[in-house]
């Protein structure tokens, strides 16, 4: 669980305007982790993202999988992105056939899978999102929530180790952001890494394993989301506090101490929980 499985190491881009996106920028993500990546716009997260499956090239420093350098002849991509899979911000960037299934469907079948064998991964693939019945649904009739988990059973169907995800939450009401948390809660408790960009302090804080802020292209902070989001000049720079920890912090100055055994709560649900043990110990008392 702790071997690095993606590692970017001194890793520089600048694009043909000029500018700049990564700047000598080192991480590494572990193996089975939930890592959220932080910054403002134009701090470098898609810029990273397409340089973790090969879809862009360090103009300096290396990219490299389980130890290895990415090899980016077309059999060598082929198989980072196998193992990769990316589902980008805007879903109709990615959608691009009639039917839900023939979507999810184009994936498997470029890797010369046998019919059978592709019609089960995609099968499951849309099991696993909670879209299965909407198999023959044209993709144009489908809601913008709907669009997002049938990129992400078109990067399922791949059956990929890593699932690194560009602002999954964007645009969504908080039921479908609740929907697709379950689905990635799914796909981690069966083993896979995921990345995800996001702009959300709260949930970063509730849901990932290690936090990275990234500042004008270089990386700010890495750690665990008590560790990083803590810590002033983070917060500075992010411009907020996790809700979840300002309310833990200001119950503590009056006395309330929600620790159990060491540990902060970091989401609502531990937030609540904690009060009522809190209360049901006072009243025991």
Known sequence: MNDAILKLEDVSYRYADGTRALDACSLTIRRGTRTAVLGANGAGKTTMFLHLNGIL????GQV?????????SRGGLRNLRSKVGMVFQNPDSQLFS???REDVSFGPMNLGLEEAVARKRVEEALLAVGMAEFADRPVHNLSYGQKKRVCIAGVLAMQPEIVVLDEPMAGLDAVMQEE????LERLHAAGMTIVIATHDLDFAYGWADEVVVLQSGR????GTPAEVLMRPEVQGKLGATPLVAE???????????LRDNGYLPRSK???LKAIAAQTRQEDSL
């Open 269 to 271: 649900n531990e937030l």
């Open 247 to 257: 309310i833990t912090r200001s119950l503590s100055l009056i006395g309330i101490d």
């Open 57 to 60: 090239r360090p103009s300096a």
């Open 219 to 222: 990386l700010l902070a890495h």
């Open 64 to 72: 490299y999988r389980e130890g290895m350098p990415l090899d980016y």
């Open 98 to 100: 009639a039917s839900v």
């Open 180 to 183: 697709l948390t379950t689905v």
